[in-house]
């Protein structure tokens, strides 16, 4: 079955960098787009980033542009999520997950996604 397993969270301080991962398997995953997501309790969770099926095309929500960088590697299953320049506002746990069609380029709609993984937890201290 599909699985995805996100790693690399951790506590940082505001200005620190830190790089997620997030293993895939159960599909072939060089066919589908991918996202990072985000979710603080209390608050909508955030789409963060997409990357689309042939990492052509990338998205960026505002708060993140210049400082997060998405990437995927087909050889090894695997999404990174980049973060540099670390914010408190960053805090949350930081979710992949896998667009619902396949050769996509990356929706920038929550509900196009599915099978997110268990989250990794990011928190960041000023």
């Known amino acids: 079955q599909v699985r995805l397993v996100e790693s690399g969270g951790g506590s940082a301080q505001a200005g620190d960098s830190l790089t997620l991962s997030c293993a895939a398997s159960?599909?072939?995953?060089?066919?589908?787009?991918l996202a990072w997501i985000r979710e603080v309790p209390g608050r909508e969770r955030q789409l963060v980033a997409t990357?689309?099926?042939?990492?052509?095309?990338?998205f960026y929500v505002d708060a993140v542009k210049g400082r997060f960088t998405i990437s995927r590697d087909n050889a090894k299953d695997t999404v990174y999520l980049q973060m540099s320049s670390l914010t408190p506002e960053d805090t949350a746990v930081y979710s992949c997950?896998?667009?619902?069609?396949?050769?996509?380029?990356?929706?920038?709609?929550?509900?196009?996604?599915?099978?997110w993984g268990q989250g990794t937890q990011v928190a960041v201290a000023s």
């Open positions: 997950a896998i667009e619902r069609w396949p050769y996509g380029l990356g929706s920038r709609t929550l509900v196009d996604y599915d099978y």
């Open positions: 159960g599909f072939t995953f060089s066919n589908y787009a």
């Open positions: 990357i689309s099926w042939d990492s052509r095309e990338k």
